[in-house]
Structure formats: structure tokens, C-alpha cells
């Protein structure tokens, strides 16, 4: 990424103009950078690099070399040069185009040193990029910048049935980028609600793009995770041939940094199985590198803390944790030497629970969540939209009849009436149809024997 290097403090003394930046459909991508400088690399550094993919892959081509360190071949030249003087590297051959097509292998020399680099770290793969660069892209492409108004929200959110006030209520906590509390009683979609959330941030938040790995305090952290971050389709080098992306690439015409990713904005959720280890660096004790905390995965897009109340860790550890970077937007991360660097805390952190919110954390806590939103049992209008949707959804017949029969024999007796009862009985009663091998139409004795094996605990 092409960037004066400025130092992390006044990179994050600058984030809050950052963060008021109203971005476009995509954040300006990271171009290729034209040497080691720009790269942010040192030559003894590459070399390693070099020298751990040779003795792990084998003879390379240059052009390979290059691909698979992500770098332009005009940046990787230079430590081949160094190399092959140092006698650590030979030539094996190679077409009359250049130096990219020249096989590269390692020489007795050249192995010992490899060794000797893989012992320090055994990461083989893409270049990383410099931490500066990292966080500023991140700030660059915060959940802030994201256009959000009632029309372009409501697509997500077509599959619920929601009432007016509170889908108003939602907008505004969307667009801050800040932090949400999602509380109410158990059934009423407080999950599916973050989860909508996360698909318009998904979908028409925009791509971002994420490295593959950045360097920090001299050690090397892995970004990129594919069971998290979806690559965008229709990115420039995908809509080209590999002929012609290749030489983009080589020439440095135009390219984008290949360290990067282009991605849709990253959903990360989690559940009771969030514990603080997973909230710091992991550290490959063999392979001496680290990989990013989820939340730090979870930049430029949504975290969803689901079922709050319920984790591992107890609610006043977790938010104490938090404390900080809900408050500034920032966090920071130990290396196992000790030290500490600072990182973006830049998504829209959601808490779901069906507790009370005051049973969990305090006021001091509560005051760093920016938007507080209730999701209470459904009115009978609203239950009974729901109730038609999954009527629809699953091709059975309107019977207004069965929805009296709830309210007459549950509902008006003090069981409140949840959103997700309506999907739950009436997939019950597409079940005993299909066992008692009659066709599937809705009637009050239906609903009736529905309800006694599913509310039975309740009447």
C-alpha cells in the first residue's frame, strides 16, 4: 500500500476524522507497492521469505515467487539478486522473457539458512503489510461510512415482520457503527434482527478490503480467514484472464496490492462459547506467528455477541475487557515478549440476550452501549402477520380460526405470545400430517394438537 509512513499515534490521533469519512461503495484500494520501502519491508526480511518458500516449495519459477509472496516481481528482485551474490541461490535455468521466468533454487549454503529461518518462523505465504498500513485502511473503511437510510434498510430486513417503531429504532443504531444492546424475552428474533443486520452490512455496506497478514513489533499476524472473510466476486484481477493479470500484476500498472483481499464487510458471531483467550493474539508456539482475535477479524463490518449472559466467561469479565475500546474505538494486543501494539476496534459490536440488561452489567458499562433496544412479545396484529408469513412460507391455508384458538386457549391465560411460536406450531402441524399420511391443511384440532406437545409446560 503506497502511503507516507506515519506513525501508528498519529494515525490514531487522526481515526475520529477517519471515521466521518463518507465513504462510496468501496473504500480506495491499497496499490502495489513500486519497492521494498513502499512494501514495508526490510531486504533481510524478504530474504527469509524467500528462502522459507524455496526450501518449502521447491525450485520456483520467478513469476511464482512472486505470486505466491504477493509482491510485484520488480520488489522481490532485489533479494534474489542478494541471494544468488550470497550464494544462498542458483539459477537452474529459465525462458528468454527475464528474470521472471528463471527457475530459482536453493544451494547447500542456501538451505542451512533456510533452516535457520524456518526455525524462527515457519510462515510461508503472502508478504505481510506493515501495521501502519493495516490500521489505516481499517479506519478508512469503517462501519461509519456506510450509507443507510430507511429504503436501502429495509431489503435486509424483508423476511421479518416488524413493527414500524422498532425497525425506526433500529436505522439510527445502524448507522452510528457504535454499539447496540438487543434485550428482550427469548423467541422474538432479537438473533434474527442481528442477523439482518449483518447481511445489509454484508450486502450493501460495500467491499473492504483486509491483509493477508500484517507485521507487528517484528512478528507476523495472519488477517485473512476464509471461514470468515468472503471475497468479493467481479474484483479487477478476477474479471481479467490469468494472462493478463499476471503481466498487470509483474508491470505494476495499475494493480492493486496483492497482499490484500477485497471482501463484503465480515458478519463474525458468537455465542456461549466465547471465552477472553479467543479475544487476544493466538499464538503457533511451532510456527512462531500469531493469528488475530476475532473481533480484530471482525473490523468493518458486525460483531454479534449472541445469547449475552451465557458465556464462558462471566458478562463483568467480558465487558471489563471491553471497557476501552467501546469507549475509543481501540484495543490493544500483547506479543508474547509483552509487548503491546494498538489495533482498530471498528464494527458494530451487537449484544443479544434474553436477560435483563441491568442483571448484567452496570451503569458505567451500559453508558459506553450507545443504543439500547427492546424487543418485547408481538401485539396480535404483528403476531398475527408473522403467522400468515409462515403460512405462506410453508403453502398451507389461512385458518384466522387456529390464531383465535392460541390466543382463546394460551395466550390471553398468561403465556406471552412469541414470535417464533408461529414458525414452531406450524411446522409441528406440517409434521403430524405428513406422519398421519393426510394432506396439509391448517384446522383449529390441528393447532390444538400442535400446541399440546409443544406449550404443554405452559398450560
Not at 467491499?207 to 471475497?231: E, K, L, N, R
Not at 460483531?303 to 474505538?329: A, T, Y
Request: with cysteine.
Amino acid at each position: 500500500m503506497t502511503m507516507q509512513r506515519n506513525s501508528l499515534s498519529s494515525i490514531t490521533s487522526s481515526r475520529h476524522s477517519l471515521m466521518d469519512w463518507e465513504g462510496t461503495d468501496m473504500p480506495e484500494a491499497p496499490s502495489a507497492p513500486e519497492n521494498l520501502k513502499e512494501a514495508g519491508l526490510t531486504l533481510s526480511f524478504l530474504n527469509e521469505q524467500v528462502l522459507r518458500s524455496l526450501l518449502v516449495r521447491g525450485t520456483m519459477l520467478g513469476i511464482d515467487l512472486a505470486k505466491l509472496l504477493c509482491l510485484p516481481f520488480k520488489v522481490i528482485e532485489e533479494a534474489l539478486r542478494f541471494l544468488k551474490d550470497e550464494k544462498c541461490i542458483e539459477v537452474m535455468g529459465g525462458d528468454l522473457i527475464g528474470h521472471v521466468s528463471y527457475k530459482f533454487a536453493l544451494t547447500d549454503l542456501g538451505r542451512t539458512r533456510a533452516r535457520d529461518a524456518l526455525k524462527t518462523c515457519s510462515y510461508v505465504g503472502p508478504c505481510p503489510v506493515p501495521l501502519e498500513d493495516y490500521v489505516e485502511q481499517a479506519y478508512r473503511q469503517c462501519v461509519t461510512g456506510i450509507h443507510c437510510v430507511p429504503d436501502t434498510l429495509r431489503s435486509s430486513f424483508s423476511n421479518l415482520v416488524l413493527p414500524e417503531e422498532l425497525f425506526m429504532a433500529l436505522g439510527p443504531a445502524i448507522v452510528s457503527g457504535k454499539s447496540m444492546f438487543l434485550y428482550g424475552p427469548p423467541g422474538n428474533g432479537k438473533t434474527s434482527i442481528a442477523r439482518c443486520i449483518g447481511d445489509f452490512m454484508n450486502g450493501a455496506g460495500g467491499d473492504i478490503f483486509v491483509p493477508y497478514c500484517f507485521q507487528a513489533d517484528g512478528s507476523i499476524v495472519t488477517m485473512y480467514d476464509p471461514t470468515i472473510h468472503q471475497p468479493s466476486n467481479g474484483t479487477e484481477n478476477e474479471r481479467l484472464d490469468d494472462n493478463e493479470a499476471t503481466i498487470r500484476r509483474l508491470l505494476n500498472t495499475h494493480s492493486i496490492d496483492a497482499r490484500w483481499v477485497r471482501i463484503r464487510r465480515p458478519v463474525v458471531v458468537t455465542g456461549g462459547e466465547l471465552n477472553l483467550e479467543m479475544l487476544d493474539l493466538r499464538y503457533n508456539v511451532e510456527a512462531n506467528f500469531y493469528q488475530a482475535p476475532l473481533h480484530v477479524k471482525a473490523n468493518g463490518g458486525v460483531f454479534l455477541v449472541d445469547d449475552f449472559g451465557r458465556q464462558l466467561v462471566s458478562p463483568k469479565e467480558l465487558l471489563n475487557r471491553w471497557i476501552l475500546p467501546l469507549e475509543e474505538r481501540r484495543d490493544f494486543l500483547t506479543v508474547a515478549s509483552g509487548k503491546k501494539f494498538e489495533v482498530p476496534f471498528e464494527q458494530l459490536i451487537i449484544f443479544s440476550t434474553n436477560l435483563d440488561p441491568k442483571d448484567l452489567v452496570d451503569d458505567a458499562f451500559l453508558r459506553r452501549i450507545r443504543h439500547k433496544v427492546g424487543i418485547e412479545a408481538p401485539s396480535r396484529e404483528v403476531y398475527t402477520r408473522i403467522f400468515d408469513a409462515n403460512i405462506k412460507r410453508l403453502g398451507m391455508n389461512a385458518c384466522p380460526e387456529a390464531i383465535d384458538f392460541l390466543y382463546e386457549r394460551y395466550y390471553n391465560r398468561g403465556r406471552n405470545p412469541r414470535a417464533s411460536d408461529c414458525r414452531d406450531l406450524l411446522e409441528i402441524v406440517q409434521a403430524i400430517c405428513r406422519f398421519r399420511k393426510q394432506p396439509v391443511k391448517l384446522t383449529p384440532a390441528l393447532m390444538a394438537d400442535a400446541a399440546t406437545t409443544f406449550i404443554c409446560e405452559f398450560s
